[in-house]
Every structure is written in C-alpha cells, then in structure tokens.
T-cell receptor, first 110, second 114 residues
Framework: TQLLKQSPQFLSIQEGENLTVYCNSS?????LQWYRQEPGEGPVLLVT?????EVKKLKRLTFQFGDARKDSSLHITAAQTGDTGLYLC??????????FGSGTKLNVKP | DAGVIQSPRHEVTEMGQEVTLRCKPI?????LFWYRQTMMRGLELLIY????????DSGMPEDRFSAKMPNASFSTLKIQPSEPRDSAVYFC????????????FGDGTRLSIL
C-alpha cells in the first residue's frame, strides 16, 4: 500500500509550458519533501514544507503544502529542458519515517 | 565535501550468489538509510540506522536481506542467497541529527540477478 500517490505518472511537455504535479494522501504528514532524480543518480532534495498552507518558491518552482497537511503540489513555470527528471514527494509520517511517492516522470522537449 | 559513496555502481551475478552492497555516509551524519527502487514499487525504505544502531528494519523483504553498520563511516547491505526478483537499484542515504532532515543520497548500486 502506497501512502503517497503522485499524479500524473508521466508528463511530456514543450519547453516554455507550465505544469503542476500532485502528491496526495489520506494521511497527515509532519512535513513533506520534494526531490528530483536524474537518470543514474540518487534523488536530490528540492524543498521541505512543514506548515499547513505553506508556499515556498525556488526560482521557477512553487511548492505548496495543503492546509490539512495531507497533500502537496509542485508547479513549474516556463519549463526548461533541464527540468527533465523524476519528481518524488516524501512525507514524514508519525514523526519517525519518510514514505516516498511513486514519482512523476517529467520530460521537457526542446 | 564528498557525498554519500556507494559501491559497486553495478553488480551482475547469478541467482543463489551472495551480494554485498557498501555505503559510506557523509561524515557527521547520524542517520543512514537503505532504499530499493524499482519501476513497479518505486522507492522503498528497507532499513535505517541512528548512530550505528538499527532503528526500523520493517521494510527488509525477508531473512535473505541483512544490513550492518559496524561504525559511523560504513554500512553494508547483504543479500544471501540472491534471487532474480531482487534486481533493482539500491540507494543509501544519510542525514543529520533526525529523521526529518534532508536525506543525501548516493548514486545507487544497480543490481541484476540472472
């Protein structure tokens, strides 16, 4: 059973387009992290959100934590080919263990 | 600073053989995690250590899997005997002080069991 469901599973867009990926659960998380993983490498942390309703921006990336701390979204503005990768959300459950979502595989075409 | 170092990067072996994966965490990190990643199941936590002590091994699939952390700078994940369904990418990660800190991942070991 996967605690965190990510959607869409795959996304292929043209450079310059905007996109949003989602991370949803029926469970409440103490905090939530977003990672990006490139082929042949391990995931790299992008951001941690802790407070319900929190919004964080990282250049063209905007992260939001749901008010009830059960879901999160990642919005990318004007996607670039360098944004291509697997985006993973990870929720800290019960203050003691992280669970990873299944990921959204993003392909940005030139 | 060196990141998390895993070895080997690739391992191909026949079923029934013993496989040992190695990890050197970032110096000063108290937590070490072993994950397995497959297309079907995504990234799954197998076991994690705090100050070299195993805290939660509930993700270890079965008794064929074992993990040790003899000191703060080294950990191993062993599979004996290996089976084709163990084929996956295995990641080691480390973090500072508590479970909710950012995890720093190694580049993984791609394991193929024939």
């Amino acid at each position: 059973t996967q605690l965190l469901k990510q959607s869409p599973q795959f996304l292929s867009i043209q450079e310059g387009e905007n996109l949003t990926v989602y991370c949803n659960s029926s469970s409440v998380f103490s905090s939530l992290q977003w990672y990006r993983q490139e082929p042949g490498e391990g995931p790299v942390l992008l951001v941690t959100v802790v407070t319900g309703g929190e919004v964080k921006k990282l250049k063209r990336l905007t992260f939001q934590f749901g008010d009830a701390r059960k879901d999160s979204s990642l919005h990318i503005t004007a996607a670039q080919t360098g944004d291509t990768g697997l985006y993973l959300c990870a929720g800290l459950y019960n203050f003691n263990k992280f669970y990873f979502g299944s990921g959204t595989k993003l392909n940005v075409k030139p | 600073d060196a990141g998390v170092i895993q070895s080997p990067r690739h391992e191909v072996t026949e079923m029934g053989q013993e496989v040992t994966l190695r990890c050197k965490p970032i110096s000063g990190h108290d937590y070490l995690f072993w994950y397995r990643q497959t297309m079907m199941r995504g990234l799954e936590l197998l076991i994690y250590f705090n100050n070299n002590v195993p805290i939660d091994d509930s993700g270890m699939p079965e008794d064929r899997f074992s993990a040790k952390m003899p000191n703060a700078s080294f950990s191993t994940l062993k599979i004996q005997p290996s089976e084709p369904r163990d084929s996956a990418v295995y990641f080691c990660a480390s973090s500072l002080t508590s479970e909710d800190q950012p995890q720093h991942f190694g580049d993984g070991t791609r394991l193929s069991i024939l």
